[in-house]
């Protein structure tokens, strides 16, 4: 017994140090930006040494990419919605609802996300982490083609992970216009623009 309450107390105390300096890290971050953000600002916000920083971070690349990729597990969670439409009609109903939900929190985590542009048009470390985290989501969305395609709903000629790739891209544009405030539509007739094109491209014929 005594020989494990200090490694759990040690172990508890890491998590709260880690806790303690993404916290402050994203204050720092949203307040300075990307590019003007220091560790060292970091680590004063945080209260914590420098020895004990560098621990569980190696520079501020290395703790934006934590906070980016704790930001992404929203998105995720969106996209990893169970996908079964049994109907035409029923899919591009879960589609719209899926970008519907894309967008909106893009736009409820605007700050950070600005800072997340920010970042990867500065950092190749953070560059190379979005390249991945668009990967993940491309290669969820052709598994949900693929399904519509088992199911007789969607065009057999199409590779699902080109049509995937180019549904993200297309997402992840109006998503960039929708956080910078650049889009001169709605998000409304984004969303049923971007339902209609897509599900018309892949889906058989349908009045929707």
């Given amino acids: 017994m005594s020989t ?49 920083a560098y621990v569980y971070f190696k520079n501020k690349n290395d703790l934006f990419i934590e906070l980016m990729e ?22 591009h109903e879960m589609i719209a609802n899926q970008v519907n939900l894309f967008l909106s929190l893009a736009v409820k985590e605007r700050e950070m996300m600005q800072i ?5 048009g500065v950092s190749e470390e953070v560059n190379q982490e979005w390249k991945n985290i668009q ?9 949900d083609i693929h399904y519509a395609q ?3 709903l969607a065009k057999q000629n199409l590779d699902p992970t080109l049509v995937a790739r180019g549904w993200f891209y297309s997402n992840e544009m109006f998503m960039w216009e929708l ?18 094109i897509y599900t018309s491209g892949l889906y058989f014929q349908n009045q929707f």
């Fill in 4 to 52: 494990k309450e200090p490694s759990t107390n040690r172990q508890q105390q890491a998590i709260q140090t880690k806790k303690k300096l993404l916290k402050a890290g994203r204050e720092v971050f949203l307040q300075s930006g990307f590019q003007k953000t220091t560790i060292s600002q970091i680590i004063k916000t945080a209260n914590t040494g420098y020895g004990t």
């Fill in 70 to 91: 704790e930001l992404m597990i929203k998105f995720y969670e969106i996209a990893e919605k169970p996908f079964e439409p049994t109907t035409r009609e029923n899919a």
């Fill in 116 to 120: 997340v542009k920010e970042a990867i």
């Fill in 135 to 143: 990967e993940r989501f491309i290669k969820r969305i052709a598994q």
């Fill in 150 to 152: 088992s199911q007789n």
């Fill in 179 to 196: 956080v910078d405030n650049e889009s001169h539509h709605s998000m409304d007739e984004i969303i049923r623009h971007l339902t209609i």
